[in-house]
């Protein structure tokens, strides 16, 4: 039984965080679909990859000096990329789609941000191809163009999946080796990058569960359990081991962080 496994950024944030989750892919021989997130926060007051990308993006479009934001972004994968020794190399090509953002043609502002926003998740799977690789664990970065993941396209940051991915999925086909799928963006009918809404890498995890008929979803978080209330606000409250995915869907629609309420969704809809 093939299983898709999804981190979020908190569990990727740095190369300890990557260890963790590298013990996790290895523990179950089955868990070959690899969704990631980008790289989150490491404490409390850092700064999510994805917000840097956001920075980064606002001072292109306003034409203002970006140098320490990006090189603080670069920074992050290089980080975990020196956990594991990777050579600069091969670390080379991150560094340079990074610094190449800005020289990209985009529509407008909006997906310019989107594409921005992106590259968070496209070069932590790429890094994580690398790393896994890089231990004998043979493993291939797959873009959401190569699956066929195909958006709305009138709010880029914001978008939608379209019925055909469903269709472009069932032709997908694959071997042995991992696949490590970057989340949270799909590809307009144009071919311009579009993400979905905030935390919609699980959206991503959705997609591809249903439309390679995986029967497994495992996501993966930093928290250990879904609790029965908040462990940042209650000491350890108790753990909620079973919930029907209408249970899980009102609560992430009431805002709870641990799922995003419109990857359930498509759970339900079986779309
Ligand atoms: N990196 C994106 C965010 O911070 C998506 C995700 O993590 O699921 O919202």
Do not use: C, W
């Not at 606000?233 to 909620?240: D, G, K, L, S, W």
Request: proline letters at 4%; charged letters at 25%.
């Amino acid at each position: 039984m093939t299983k898709l496994i999804k981190f979020g950024g908190s569990s990727l944030a740095n190369g300890d965080q990557y260890k963790k989750v590298i013990n996790i892919i290895k523990k179950d021989k089955t868990r070959q679909i690899i969704v990631l997130s980008a790289p989150g926060k490491r404490f409390d007051d850092d700064i999510k990859v994805t917000d840097l990308l956001i920075q980064y993006a606002k001072a292109v479009i306003n034409k203002q000096d970006y140098k320490d934001i990006l090189n603080n972004i670069i920074g992050r994968y290089k980080d975990i990329a020196d956990t594991y020794d990777i050579s600069d190399d091969e670390f080379a090509p991150i560094v340079s789609i990074f610094n190449n953002l800005p020289k990209q043609k985009y529509p407008n502002n909006e997906y310019l941000l989107a594409a921005f926003k992106a590259h968070g998740e496209r070069m932590n799977a790429k890094l994580m191809s690398i790393v896994l690789n890089h231990l004998n664990i043979k493993a291939k970065f797959v873009d959401p163009k190569e699956l066929g993941i195909v958006v709305s396209k009138d709010d880029p940051n914001a978008a939608d999946v379209l019925k055909e991915t469903y269709e472009n999925l069932g032709h997908f086909g694959y071997g042995n080796e991992k696949l490590v799928i970057p989340g949270f963006f799909g590809y307009t009918k144009d071919g311009n990058m579009a993400t979905f809404a905030r935390g919609g890498s699980d959206i991503t995890g959705s997609i591809i569960a249903n439309g390679l008929n995986i029967p497994m979803y495992e996501n993966f978080t930093d928290v250990s359990s879904i609790y029965s209330a908040n462990p940042k606000i209650i000491n350890h409250p108790a753990p909620i081991k079973k919930m029907t995915y209408r249970e899980m869907r009102e609560l992430a629609y009431a805002g709870f962080s641990v799922f995003n309420d419109e990857a359930i969704i498509l759970q339900l809809r079986g779309m």
